[in-house]
């Protein structure tokens, strides 16, 4: 009879060494959940030991699409770049300012990572942040800018027209 349930010793029949195996390359897909930390005097932020571990050691912070920063983990940040030496000079130019802003982070050992000022300020991050994980990245906040924009979208209506054009 089946519970629907994997039970350890069945995994351990099938010869799969382990249920929690880490994403390929090119598969991080599971950065979820609102963290609240705040920048220190040196501009130091704490990642969260859970997306550290789906970030991996290294990751890259830069400039969001909304007033936010982006935390891309290696995968993403290579098909960026992939992305980018593909397109013709012309058509280039336009991505200079993620690139050049953007900044290669290792998290130090008690797991912070320095934000660097120009970053700081694109973002208005001062002290308070959220951190939320966003599928395929993570976004630190302004605490401010943060509470108020779910404020204005947590509404039953506008997560009914999102899960909508989801196809839900």
Known sequence: ???GFILKSEVEQSGVKSLNKRPRW???KDLT???EHNIDAKGRLFIPAKLREELGETFYLAMGVDACLAIYPQSTW???TEKFSSLPMSQSKGMR???ANAAKCEPDSQGRIVIPQKLRKYAALEKETVIIGVNDRAEIWSADAWNEMEE???TPEKMA???AELGF
Do not use: K, Q
Request: glycine share 10%; charged share 30%.
């Open 152 to 154: 204005e979208e947590m």
């Open 1 to 3: 009879m089946s519970t």
């Open 161 to 163: 027209a999102c899960m």
């Open 26 to 28: 090119g598969e991080v």
């Open 33 to 35: 959940g609102t963290y």
């Open 78 to 80: 290579d098909r960026f």
């Open 97 to 99: 300012r993620l690139f």
